[in-house]
């Protein structure tokens, strides 16, 4: 077990060391489908007031069918000592591509 964690922590030294890959972003894999236009501009939403133990997840396209839909924000549960990074979409070689929220330190 213990080798294990050791070489999981020099793959991912390594991987951090040369550029490769940086733990915040080991969860962006392939997007499954690229598209050719970038998504409308973000819609304004007013957040409601805070809930205790939940972290708001902003509003944001998704892409459906050749579109985009709007989903509207949402609350889930907060993780201690972390902050949400929203989803977002970004512009690659093969079109834009969206890369989804998640927790970070």
Not at 39 to 59: I, K, L, M, T
């Amino acid at each position: 077990m213990k080798r294990q964690l050791l070489l999981a922590a020099a793959v991912l030294a390594a991987g951090g060391t040369f550029g490769l890959l940086s733990p915040a972003q080991a969860h962006d894999g392939p997007a499954a489908y690229a598209y050719g236009h970038p998504p409308p501009p973000p819609r304004h939403e007013s957040r409601p007031p805070a809930r205790p133990g939940q972290g708001w997840v902003p509003g944001h396209w998704v892409a459906r069918g050749g579109h985009y839909d709007w989903r509207a924000g949402y609350w889930q549960a907060q993780r201690p000592g972390y902050r949400y990074v929203p989803d977002r979409w970004v512009k690659s070689p093969r079109g834009w591509v969206m890369r989804p929220g998640y927790w970070a330190r």
